[in-house]
């Protein structure tokens, strides 16, 4: 009889297994959708590097790069952005082992270092704009603007989003959800820092030395 009651009980670990298993596809789905996402932001940025290198010496009599970029200023600002890289990168590691507070300071910290990088932006375009250098002013500059004009706006919404994932980290703590949402807002902004590193490269430091 024992035998018999032991063979009609359900197994229940088939159902856990095909759990998981769903539970992990849907995760691959996200990040897989993530990354295509990605991809068409670097094709937008690729056009606007290319429209910058189109205008990038159509000064129309206006000032060149070398007259109105502050390097130390920029080189600041570069640096604010890669610590803020490295500060992320210990939110993720914090993130793992369940370290909610860690993660919140982290992703604070973080959000923190990408407003100073806004700001130090907006003061930039302010004092071109207070000198005359106006997006209008020459193809250069609109390129100038519109290009990192750009890259600031996308930096302003990762900084939207880190305050969201630490609104639903205080709410829900690190569940799956939370931590798949974290790898794919990790994925953004150090996609952001490579696309500045361009930005700095292509359009500051060659700018200058021409």
Same mark, same amino acid.
């Given at each position: 009889?024992?035998?018999?009651?032991?063979?009609?009980?359900?197994?229940?670990?088939?159902?856990?297994?095909?759990?998981? *298993?769903?539970?992990?596809?849907?995760?691959?789905?996200?990040?897989?959708?993530?990354?295509?996402?990605?991809? *068409?932001?670097?094709?937008?940025?690729?056009?606007?590097?290319? *429209?910058?290198? =189109?205008?990038?010496?159509?000064?129309?009599?206006?000032?060149?790069?070398?007259?109105?970029?502050?390097?130390?200023? =920029?080189?600041?600002?570069?640096?604010?952005?890669?610590? *803020?890289?490295?500060?992320?990168?210990?939110?993720?590691?914090?993130?793992?082992?369940?370290?909610?507070?860690?993660?919140?300071?982290?992703?604070?910290?973080?959000?923190?270092?990408?407003?100073?990088? =806004?700001? #130090?932006?907006?003061?930039?375009?302010?004092?071109?704009?207070?000198?005359?250098?106006?997006?209008?002013?020459?193809?250069?500059?609109?390129?100038?603007?519109?290009?990192?004009?750009?890259?600031?706006?996308?930096?302003?919404?990762?900084? #939207?989003?880190?305050?969201?994932?630490?609104?639903?980290?205080?709410?829900?703590?690190?569940?799956?959800?939370?931590?798949?949402?974290?790898?794919?807002?990790?994925?953004?902004?150090?996609?952001?820092? #490579?696309?500045?590193?361009?930005?700095?490269?292509?359009?500051?430091?060659?700018?200058?030395?021409?």
């Amino acid at each position: 009889m024992a035998t018999v009651t032991e063979q009609t009980l359900p197994d229940p670990t088939f159902h856990l297994v095909e759990a998981h *298993s769903h539970e992990h596809g849907a995760g691959g789905g996200t990040l897989l959708g993530f990354w295509i996402y990605l991809m *068409s932001d670097a094709l937008l940025f690729a056009a606007v590097f290319a *429209s910058f290198g =189109v205008l990038s010496s159509a000064y129309a009599g206006g000032p060149t790069p070398r007259e109105i970029f502050e390097l130390p200023l =920029v080189a600041l600002n570069t640096a604010i952005l890669l610590v *803020s890289s490295i500060t992320f990168g210990f939110a993720m590691l914090a993130m793992e082992p369940g370290k909610v507070r860690s993660t919140q300071a982290w992703l604070l910290v973080t959000a923190l270092l990408g407003a100073s990088f =806004v700001a #130090v932006e907006l003061y930039e375009f302010g004092s071109l704009i207070a000198e005359g250098a106006t997006p209008q002013r020459s193809g250069f500059l609109s390129g100038f603007f519109t290009l990192v004009g750009l890259h600031g706006l996308h930096v302003t919404a990762g900084i #939207v989003w880190i305050f969201v994932m630490l609104a639903q980290i205080g709410q829900r703590g690190l569940i799956v959800a939370n931590k798949r949402r974290l790898m794919c807002l990790g994925m953004f902004w150090h996609f952001l820092d #490579v696309v500045w590193i361009g930005v700095f490269t292509f359009v500051y430091l060659l700018g200058v030395l021409r």
